[in-house]
């Protein structure tokens, strides 16, 4: 363990970063504790072979994102794709507009699972596209595309959306 | 990549990190000292088992080997036996021809 | 009922076990004087356990293992002659010439005597032998108990170990020891 804070403290310190991605890239927040306490789980069992904080935190992130990855896969497999899966909304408070979040949130939830796990890391985690590439294990131009794509689509939804309001 | 920075940043609020729920932490710590004790059970019942398998093993390997070695044993004796037969007879034999002309009858 | 049964069938079985061994008492007083033993009492527990060898034993030793059940062999060596009295071997006599058994030979001397006799089975099948050699300084029993005669056993010559010599009047015409002298030249 080295100087590794104690597991619990690591869970107090993580716990927030583990979820949100969960949350964001599942859409569900059930299924976000679950995945959230699997990925701490899974860490308490690989806690010997971490060296130091930074490289737990990396793991948690790693592990989580790929983890949502697969549990879309999974779920898409079931019950195929539907935002039936994503809640209308997480009000927050904030000057933001609710409804514009709501749609922000549901368009990410209806990217496909890696391209949606990406976005979550890149605007959440505010990691930069190399890191993305190597905790995706994927190429650095792929990512940039796909980020590229996922902006130029939800543009586009804000768009049709303006254009559909009332004007006055 | 910074080609919509309205956008980006409506998308990092819609994507913020949030806290987690009040609960997760002790749901956490549960699960993983519920897993820390099935495990070591398991573990300690792993060894049993591979213990017990080995004596077993051992047992019974050892019981093969003994049970060879006086099987090689008795064979030696069995040959042992025969052979001073064999020679109580001839050294008869002998001190009848040379004390008292008789021969061995043939049996069967 | 059936425990009755199967506890008559066990003790007859322990008392035929018991009849084929020789009562070998007699000769435990000596054998602290004695400068050298053999003792040899297989059963047919122990050769059952032999025959567990299978195709490693000799095909001969496989042949016997199926039909001999018990072979008891004592001998005793003394330096000096007498070591003990022509009592003491009398007792030895009568506690073994005991059973089904047809002398072949019988002869007494004045320090020893040698018996040979043949076994029969309850139907006057060969079922081994009995052969008591006593001299000055040395005694030997040997017992078989099964399907071994002395011709089966002349015919062991050269193989398991027994020395290759033709028993039989013309080979044995020598002086008393000298097929023991051969035999140990040829171990």
Known sequence: ?168 | MNESPDLELQLREALRETSAPPLLRARILNAAASRGRRSSHAVLWRRIVALAALLTIGSFGLYRWEQRRRAEAVAEQFKLALRIAHREVLEVQAKLVVEVPVQLPQTN | MIKKQVFAVLLMSWLAAAAQEIDLRALKALEAKASETTDINLGPEQIKLMMGLGSELAPELQGLGKTVERVQVKTLQFDKEGAYTLAETEKLRESVMTGNLVSLISVKKKNGFTEIAMRKGPKGENAGFLIVNVEPTEIAVVSIVGQLDLSSLAKLSGKLGVPNIQMGPAETSKKKGSAKQEEEELF
């Open chain 1, 1 to 168: 363990m080295g100087d590794l804070p104690e597991f619990a403290e690591l869970v107090d310190r993580y716990q927030g970063m583990v979820y949100s991605i969960a949350l964001r890239s599942l859409g569900q927040r059930e299924a976000a504790e679950d995945l959230a306490q699997e990925v701490f789980l899974s860490l308490h069992e690989h806690l010997h072979g971490l060296e130091s904080e930074d490289h737990v935190r990396n793991w948690l992130r790693r592990t989580a994102a790929n983890r949502s990855i697969d549990e879309i896969r999974r779920r898409r497999y079931r019950s195929g794709p539907g935002l039936d899966e994503v809640p209308e909304s997480f009000t927050e408070p904030g000057d933001s507009d609710p409804l514009l979040l709501a749609l922000l949130r549901s368009t990410v939830a209806a990217l496909p699972a890696e391209a949606r796990v990406l976005t979550v890391l890149r605007f959440q985690q505010e990691l930069e596209p190399g890191e993305i590439a190597a905790t995706l294990n994927m190429p650095v131009a792929t990512v940039k595309s796909r980020i590229h794509r996922t902006l130029k689509l939800l543009r586009g939804k804000l768009e049709r959306r303006t254009e559909a309001r009332p004007k006055g």
